[in-house]
């Protein structure tokens, strides 16, 4: 057993450093392709942060274990606002001024919604897989057109995220050993995830929704608290919110195009309306002073706590 938690844990490490080498690896090529700076900090804000669960979703849908993948998404979207939010904000006060978010907050409840509503009957279809793959290409549009029109200091940001001045040859190198390092280390959870739930005596769904939603969240909780310390509101704010929609709507979409995915009710009756109630309480936080106070920091962290411990008390350890 410690050899597979062992390898568990190898796996969380490695996709969070081939995020990390993809995030250099890309922004270098596309700059190198004529691509605006903004354009380049726009997306490695927005996809960065979820390159890791889309990974895991990817080769869980291989191997067939899509119940692994939706319970590590739907986890994954409450430990964004709950603990990597909640730390960012306990850290220092985020104070936003990147007001195009907004709209894709919108997106994330929309879109969360819309994944409750069209799995009641317990099945999401390839249809409706694909109108959450159309919203996310909405929102994401939505996102861009906003965001061109934003003040100076945001596109400063995004410019300053987005240069890197590597070789063509280093660029390439990066690309090509993190897509190595998302193929091993995805692989390496989704095949230990499994003998992890045996040993657990728990469904993969769970195993989702707690191990694997939680671990690999920790590396991104941990920057997301350093940059915090930094005055980095935006990005903070920007890389959980973009994550969130491509959780839920990108990577549940996709699932579902696959041939249908099943929704457990379970999942119905808790964690989809908790993650729904969790992106709607920073709804207003972002629509009045566009700060999230240490308070309101506290107030997230112990959302997820409480999450964290009536999971663990409604599957305890067999």
């Not at 990817?58 to 590590?72: I, P, R, S, V």
């Not at 897989?129 to 940001?157: C, D, Q």
């Not at 694997?212 to 990005?235: C, D, K, M």
Request: hydrophobic content about 60%; overall charge positive; some cysteine.
């Amino acid at each position: 057993m410690f050899q597979i938690v062992g390898m568990f844990l190898l796996g969380v490490l490695v996709l969070g450093f081939g995020a990390s080498r993809l995030i250099s690896g890309a922004s270098g090529l596309a700059q190198k392709m004529n691509w605006s700076p903004f354009l380049v900090g726009f997306f490695l804000v927005a996809f960065a942060t979820a390159l890791p669960e889309l990974s895991i979703s990817l080769h869980a849908m291989k191997y067939g274990n899509e119940q692994l993948a939706l319970g590590t998404v739907v986890g994954n979207n409450i430990v964004n606002f709950g603990l990597t939010l909640g730390l960012a904000a306990i850290a220092a006060t985020l104070v936003v001024s990147w007001r195009a978010l907004n709209g894709v907050l919108l997106g994330v409840i929309a879109s969360t919604v819309a994944v409750i509503l069209m799995g009641w009957d317990g099945e999401i279809t390839r249809v409706e897989g694909m109108i959450l793959i159309v919203l996310f290409i909405v929102f994401t549009i939505w996102a861009l057109m906003s965001t061109r029109s934003e003040g100076g200091r945001i596109r400063e940001e995004l410019q300053s995220l987005g240069r890197n001045r590597s070789s063509l040859v280093k660029n390439v190198f990066e690309i090509v050993l993190a897509i190595a390092l998302f193929y091993f280390g995805s692989r390496a959870i989704v095949t230990t995830a499994p003998a992890i739930g045996l040993a657990l005596n728990q469904p993969q769904l769970i195993v989702g929704l707690l191990p694997v939603a939680v671990a690999i969240s920790v590396p991104e909780a941990f920057a997301a608290w350093l940059a915090a310390r930094r005055g980095h509101g935006n990005l903070v704010v920007g890389h959980v919110l973009g994550s969130s929609l491509i959780n839920i709507s990108l990577v549940i979409g996709l699932l579902a195009m696959k041939g249908g995915l099943e929704i457990p009710a379970s999942l119905l009756r808790f964690e989809l309306p908790l993650a729904a109630i969790v992106a709607c309480l920073m709804y207003p936080m972002l629509r009045g002073d566009m700060k999230i106070t240490k308070m309101e920091g506290i107030l997230l962290f112990l959302t997820f706590l409480v999450w964290l411990g009536f999971e663990l008390i409604r599957v305890p350890l067999t």
